[in-house]
């Protein structure tokens, strides 16, 4: 479960935050997950309870931010969303489609005391 990892970044990244700008406690902790980026969300946030225990975000609670995927069509040279990485274009029905959004996971921003 490579969620497990993923919250451990999280949590190297919100100690280094804590100790740097000198906040105590997070309230909330807000992520963007691209539609693409492999994450599944209950894992997440199981894993989220886990690892955060006896950090500055143990007890936060975790919101999940859904970021659509996204690819450049070659066929009619538009931006545009994709249900999933194998769907046509949306917009001329064209096939060479180039993902260019959707595979990122990041913090949004957390509500910190």
């Given at each position: 479960?490579?969620?497990?990892?993923?919250?451990?970044?999280?949590?190297?990244?919100?100690?280094?935050?804590?100790?740097?700008?000198?906040?105590?406690?997070?309230?909330?902790?807000?992520?963007?997950?691209?539609?693409?980026?492999?994450?599944?969300?209950?894992?997440l946030n199981f894993a989220?309870?886990?690892?955060?225990?006896?950090?500055?975000?143990?007890?936060?609670?975790?919101?999940?931010?859904?970021?659509?995927?996204?690819?450049?069509?070659?066929?009619?040279?538009?931006?545009?969303?994709?249900?999933?990485?194998?769907?046509?274009?949306?917009?001329?029905?064209?096939?060479?489609?180039?993902?260019?959004?959707?595979?990122?996971?990041?913090?949004?921003?957390?509500?910190?005391?």
């Open positions: 479960m490579h969620e497990m990892s993923l919250c451990e970044g999280i949590r190297r990244i919100v100690e280094d935050q804590a100790s740097l700008k000198g906040f105590a406690r997070v309230r909330r902790l807000r992520l963007e997950i691209g539609q693409f980026a492999g994450v599944e969300k209950a894992a989220f309870e886990v690892v955060m225990r006896g950090s500055a975000a143990e007890d936060a609670v975790l919101e999940m931010i859904d970021i659509p995927g996204k690819a450049m069509c070659y066929d009619c040279m538009k931006e545009v969303e994709i249900p999933d990485r194998l769907a046509p274009c949306p917009d001329c029905g064209g096939g060479k489609l180039m993902p260019t959004g959707g595979e990122e996971m990041r913090i949004r921003d957390m509500e910190v005391v």
